[in-house]
């Protein structure tokens, strides 16, 4: 069984920098979203390649700013800047080539300790989180109810990362480490369903770590259940799948 290490003892040691922005669809307002998030407890300026701290770029090509893993989850849910930057550009999907996201120091959340305490017991120094959707909401039905509508909207696919359009970018953030892994915690709501097909279909090929529930093969077990022995459960069955 993993030691599971308490949310005090974690800040003390790991830092989260997002890249936030407003995504613009036509026919839709525009939709507060969050496209990365680094979780590191290295030095804020080895976190990407810019060259200040507003101006920190997470595809850095150097082997030693590559994520120890790449996490995909379902959306950013609350999550939210803590200090000031460029947290609100209205962005048209796909991004420019040469587009550098500022990140912005982040507040964490108890899915994003589960993933420190992965990194506490594999000796990880920096993952990158990324997301099925880019759509921050905290509320589930509400989520799943805007990825439905924007679905129906022309440029509406791109709220996510693994859509045709945004090749480039994801390429980019899927670089990581040599046999790096993915480690999935989407969830099992039926909804994510397509969401998630197309996420496993642009990183096949890639160790993938999960833990499986649901009705149908694509959905998984979530990282931070409400109880803590389900939390507990969940990290043990992560950490023994490596």
Same mark, same amino acid.
């Given at each position: 069984?993993?030691? #599971?290490?308490?949310?005090?003892?974690?800040?003390?040691?790991?830092?989260?920098?997002? !890249? #936030?922005?407003?995504?613009?669809?036509?026919?839709?307002?525009?939709?507060?979203?969050?496209?990365?998030?680094?979780?590191?407890?290295?030095?804020?300026?080895?976190?990407?390649?810019?060259?200040?701290?507003?101006?920190?770029?997470?595809?850095?090509?150097?082997?030693?700013?590559?994520?120890?893993?790449?996490?995909?989850?379902?959306?950013?849910?609350?999550?939210?800047?803590?200090?000031?930057?460029?947290?609100?550009?209205?962005?048209?999907?796909?991004?420019?080539?040469? #587009?550098?996201?500022?990140?912005?120091?982040?507040?964490?959340?108890?899915?994003?300790?589960?993933?420190?305490?992965?990194?506490? *017991?594999? !000796?990880?120094?920096?993952?990158?989180?990324?997301?099925?959707?880019?759509?921050?909401?905290?509320?589930?039905? *509400? #989520?799943?109810?805007?990825?439905?509508?924007?679905?129906?909207?022309?440029?509406?696919?791109? !709220? *996510?990362?693994?859509?045709?359009?945004?090749?480039?970018?994801?390429?980019?953030?899927?670089?990581?480490?040599?046999?790096?892994?993915?480690?999935?915690?989407?969830?099992?709501?039926?909804?994510l369903i397509p969401l998630a097909k197309q996420c496993l279909s642009r990183?096949?090929?890639?160790?993938?770590?999960?833990?499986p529930a649901g009705n149908d093969p694509v959905l998984t077990a979530h990282?931070?259940?409400?109880?803590?022995?389900?939390?507990?459960?969940?990290?043990?069955?992560?950490?023994?799948?490596?």
């Amino acid at each position: 069984m993993s030691t #599971f290490t308490y949310a005090a003892e974690l800040k003390k040691t790991f830092r989260c920098y997002g !890249h #936030f922005y407003r995504l613009h669809v036509k026919g839709i307002e525009p939709q507060l979203c969050r496209s990365v998030l680094e979780i590191t407890s290295l030095p804020r300026e080895a976190v990407g390649a810019g060259t200040g701290p507003n101006d920190l770029f997470s595809n850095s090509g150097a082997t030693g700013n590559l994520p120890d893993a790449v996490v995909i989850m379902m959306n950013p849910g609350s999550s939210r800047p803590i200090e000031d930057g460029d947290t609100d550009s209205l962005l048209t999907m796909p991004l420019p080539a040469g #587009f550098k996201k500022p990140l912005v120091l982040t507040q964490p959340d108890n899915t994003q300790y589960q993933i420190m305490r992965i990194m506490v *017991s594999k !000796h990880w120094k920096h993952i990158r989180v990324l997301n099925i959707s880019d759509l921050r909401d905290p509320k589930s039905p *509400s #989520f799943i109810a805007r990825t439905q509508k924007l679905a129906a909207l022309s440029g509406g696919a791109t !709220h *996510s990362l693994f859509c045709e359009a945004r090749t480039a970018e994801r390429e980019t953030m899927l670089h990581r480490k040599t046999g790096a892994p993915f480690i999935i915690g989407w969830g099992q709501d039926a909804g994510l369903i397509p969401l998630a097909k197309q996420c496993l279909s642009r990183i096949a090929g890639g160790k993938i770590i999960t833990v499986p529930a649901g009705n149908d093969p694509v959905l998984t077990a979530h990282p931070s259940p409400m109880l803590q022995s389900k939390k507990e459960e969940w990290l043990d069955a992560i950490l023994t799948s490596f």
